[in-house]
């Protein structure tokens, strides 16, 4: 059985244009070299996204 990256030790942070109204943001935690991991901020506990190194750099390329 295959699992996904281990979560207990990842730092999760906010993008600098999320206010502080509590509206819709996301969380990432990319200090690993193996994953980028997505997650709702108002969920903490819920669903992650696993996403590959590039494929994060590619689609934050792509916003700006």
Same mark, same amino acid.
């Given at each position: 059985?295959?699992? +996904?990256?281990? #979560?207990?030790?990842?730092?999760?942070?906010? @993008?600098?244009? @999320? &206010?502080?109204? &509590? &509206?819709?943001?996301?969380?990432? *935690?990319? %200090?690993?070299? %193996? *994953? /980028? #991991? /997505?997650?709702? @901020?108002?969920?903490?506990? +819920?669903? /992650? #996204?696993?996403? *590959?190194? +590039?494929?994060?750099?590619?689609?934050?390329?792509?916003?700006?």
């Amino acid at each position: 059985m295959e699992t +996904g990256p281990s #979560l207990k030790n990842a730092r999760w942070r906010k @993008s600098s244009y @999320s &206010g502080n109204t &509590g &509206g819709e943001c996301v969380e990432v *935690a990319d %200090d690993r070299r %193996d *994953a /980028v #991991l /997505v997650r709702d @901020s108002k969920n903490p506990t +819920g669903p /992650v #996204l696993t996403l *590959a190194p +590039g494929a994060w750099r590619a689609f934050v390329d792509d916003l700006r």
